[in-house]
């Protein structure tokens, strides 16, 4: 009989640490990237909306700004983002900051709030947003 609850308990335990482990690998794949590799200059590649009124918001903006897919983004340490054209730098420059590991808000020139943003992807190649609207947006690290 000891023998057999020895058994379960042991069983039990090497369970719950394989489910530990695989919990926390999962986690960390999710996560799986540095807050610092969003400093640098980005390169706006595509913007996919979720629902057609995004779309249709998107390619009235494309009609209304036909620089829409020119633009770079130059992320910087100081929570400052820089909206170039070229080598020219615009007026509308932007803030952001972390609210956690995997969000950022994102706020334009005099706005009050921003955009709450989440990370989906980050590496030294690409960069890609989801917003609440479930817009992705997609970045391509400039060269």
């Not at 969003?38 to 009609?63: R, V």
């Not at 100081?78 to 080598?87: A, E, F, Q, T």
């Not at 994102?106 to 989440?118: I, T």
């Amino acid at each position: 009989m000891k023998k057999t609850i020895l058994a379960v308990i042991l069983v039990a335990a090497i369970g719950g640490a394989a489910y530990w482990l695989l919990q926390k690998k999962k986690q960390n794949a999710v996560i799986g990237f540095k807050q610092e590799q969003i400093i640098g200059k980005w390169k706006l590649d595509s913007i996919l909306p979720k629902n057609d009124s995004a779309g249709l918001l998107i390619a009235l903006i494309g009609t209304i700004d036909s620089n829409l897919l020119k633009y770079s983004y130059d992320f910087r340490e100081d929570g400052k983002v820089l909206h170039l054209l070229k080598d020219s730098v615009l007026n509308d420059t932007a803030t952001y900051h972390w609210t956690s590991k995997k969000d950022l808000i994102l706020k334009e020139q005099g706005e009050s709030v921003g955009d709450s943003l989440n990370v989906e992807k980050l590496d030294k190649e690409s960069l890609v947003l989801r917003s609440k609207d479930s817009t992705t947006i997609y970045f391509k690290k400039a060269k």
